[in-house]
């Protein structure tokens, strides 16, 4: 490992730890380096507050002078909520800019690197670019495309049931399977389900992991189908949007509104998957968890709206030709259409198998 991969790591790392709580921005890591000495680290800890650039700099003062600074993205060009760090860096006197990936917004993208390099500071990009794409794989979506980074995961038998057919489904998988879901959870800003995931489960849909955030609980629900009585409306923990058609129960949509839930109306057969996704990047959500049922994860999957796929597998077998499966839908006609899995990541968590993939859609 070279110099500049050991000090660009390290500001990957603190980074990282950071996941849950930037966005929508991304995650960035910082680190000033002087005469072979760490003398800076920063990283962004919340939207609206200093990017790790600012804090490492202050943290170097005047140290930073003539040194150089490793930072896992492009420092910004513009005037947002702060201000742009390509200038803060020119002003403290950086001899060099390392970077591991230049910023994806193709509006913004090479702006800061000319900054630098306008102001005769030495600049090289590309140093563990790959790890910092993949780190940043949500803020990289939805910069570009405005709708959130869609992540479908489920808990699955060998045989790929999610419940009995008796629809019993507690619990298929392990205790500590479970808590990396909880940790998931933290780290996306909305979990997704549908109407009858609610009336089978009476799920709570949050964070049960300390200091963990609670994610914004999306219910799919066509007619309005979902129980007055049910946790998500009720129990205060997060907020619940339900998504639902023209096709739905007037008084309900009050009643539900009075709980304190938000009811947004997209068109009148179905909920469109697509127009959830939309409304949810125009309200600044960019990254969302499928906790669904055969049909919800069918509807993102047909529509190659899902990103990332996390699947719990416990080795159990349920069988029954009655027994729900995580994908449902009308299926494929051929085998040539299968949704392929690719950049595969498989991980033992307790008795359970943890399967990490992206889908490619042929």
Not at 49 to 70: D, N, S
Not at 256 to 279: H, M, W
Request: with cysteine; charged share 25%.
């Amino acid at each position: 490992m070279s110099s500049h991969e050991f000090y660009m790591k390290l500001a990957l790392d603190n980074a990282m730890a950071m996941k849950g709580q930037t966005d929508p921005n991304p995650l960035v890591g910082s680190v000033i380096v002087n005469e072979n000495r760490i003398v800076g680290v920063g990283t962004h800890l919340k939207a609206g507050e200093p990017h790790a650039e600012i804090h490492a700099l202050r943290m170097a003062g005047e140290k930073a002078r003539g040194g150089t600074i490793y930072v896992t993205l492009e420092p910004c060009s513009h005037h947002g909520r702060t201000g742009p760090c390509a200038v803060a860096i020119v002003e403290a006197g950086i001899k060099k800019v390392v970077i591991a990936s230049l910023d994806p917004n193709p509006l913004v993208s090479g702006r800061g690197v000319r900054i630098l390099e306008d102001a005769g500071i030495e600049v090289e990009v590309g140093i563990l670019e790959e790890k910092s794409r993949k780190m940043n794989e949500v803020f990289n979506k939805f910069i570009v495309q405005k709708i959130p980074f869609v992540t479908l995961k489920s808990g699955i038998t060998l045989d790929g049931k999610i419940a009995s057919h008796t629809n019993n489904s507690k619990w298929i998988t392990s205790a500590e399977a479970r808590q990396d879901v909880h940790k998931l959870r933290n780290e996306n800003q909305a979990i997704l389900v549908g109407v009858n995931t609610v009336i089978h489960d009476d799920p709570e849909l949050t964070t049960r992991i300390p200091n963990g955030r609670n994610p914004i609980r999306v219910i799919m629900d066509s007619t309005l189908k979902i129980p007055l009585g049910s946790k998500v409306l009720n129990d205060q923990q997060a907020e619940t949007w339900v998504f639902t058609t023209e096709n739905h129960d007037k008084k309900k949509k009050e009643r539900i509104e009075e709980l304190g839930a938000k009811v947004f109306i997209t068109n009148t057969s179905q909920v469109n998957p697509v127009r959830v996704l939309e409304i949810l990047g125009e309200n600044l959500v960019s990254s969302l968890l499928i906790e669904g049922g055969g049909t919800i994860n069918a509807a993102f999957l047909e529509n190659r709206l899902v990103d990332k796929t996390i699947f719990y597998i416990a080795p159990k077998l349920i069988g029954g030709k009655g027994s729900p499966s995580f994908f449902g839908g009308t299926g494929i006609d051929k085998m040539a259409d299968a949704i392929e899995l690719t950049d595969l990541h498989v991980t033992q968590i307790g008795p359970d198998f943890k399967f990490t993939g992206y889908p490619k859609y042929n």
